[in-house]
């Protein structure tokens, strides 16, 4: 090779490097095209109606109440990040990352997507710069009130959001029912439990246990369908109640707190984690959490971007291990597991004396 054609070859790799990162930084900074886009596909089903093989736009169309054009061209936008294909008989077809759009998919992230697109989580995002500048939650200032208060008031988006929840649930009962043995434990709390999904699997898995849930009335009042499913409504007792100002259960072998403490800031969570100790008392109660650990430095981790929906929607924080260590030791617990590194985690705490 000459040094004329070495340098006619860099020359021409720079520019399809350059290509590649422009290309990249144009589809990261298309988010709204692509987001919605990508919205659009899964509020329609698409990847449901493409399961017994590929369709042209206008067959999708008809089957979505779409109009054909306007859908070709979605699916066409999509199709640049991989999400379907567009084959050269112009019918579309699904394509591994479409196939997680899948309703039938307990693990897939059609939910994830329709919950980000909604319109109480996705308005706030168009005030992030109020939360970047002050820590404060957008979510207010956007609609005047608190997420948990707008969902009060709200019981169709709270019934949403429940949904939503017992997604999350269904993904990570299995995957913790062994580390949480639950047939540890005579009585179980589940605080902030939210419909009671996960606290009638953990106590399906237990058939001699009871359990407490505890969570705001609204919620509770959808819980009676959720353990009757489950066969537990007997051994359950449901509370309505605020854990910052109505008593904890009493009298619990265990104390669960599932995706609540990532919801607040640190003086709120420490006033939980008070609440529990203080009714904790002489016990040897456990403390359980299930929640996320951030990891270090550029690691990839789901974490780190749910993290901005806790800052935005609600003024809270995904923690890296030293800060959950940090929060324990203030609330007077001491870690009694070695918790996952990464991502959803259960950490048990045990009592400080
Ligand atoms: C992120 S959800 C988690 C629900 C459930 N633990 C789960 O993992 O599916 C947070 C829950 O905390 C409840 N919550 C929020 N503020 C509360 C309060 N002050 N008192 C009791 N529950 C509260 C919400 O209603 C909601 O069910």
Redesign the pocket.
Known sequence: MTDASVAAVATFDEEQALDIRERQIAVLGSWRQIGHAILVVSELGVADHLVAGPRTAEELAEATEADADALRRVLRCVATVGVFAERTDGRFELTPLAEGLRADRIGGLRPMVLFSAAAFTRLPYAEIMHSVRTGEPAFDQVFGMSF?QY?EANPEV?RF??GF??H??RR?ADRFAGELAPERFGRIA??????G??LSKMLQRHSTGTGVL???P??VADAEPVLKEHGVTERVTVVA??????PLPAGCDAY?????I??WPDERCLAILRRVRETIGDTDARLIM?DQIVPPLNQWDHSKIIDLDMLVLFGGKERNLREWQQLLTAGGFELANEPAARGWALLEARPVR
Do not use: C, R
Request: proline share 0%; hydrophobic share 45%; aromatic share 18%.
């Open positions: 948990y969902l709270n959001f429940e929840m017992a999350w649930s990570l589940d605080v902030g439990g939210g419909n999904y996960f505890l969570d705001l609204t919620v109640g605020d854990f910052f100002t109505d669960i707190l599932k995706s609540i990532h919801n299930i």
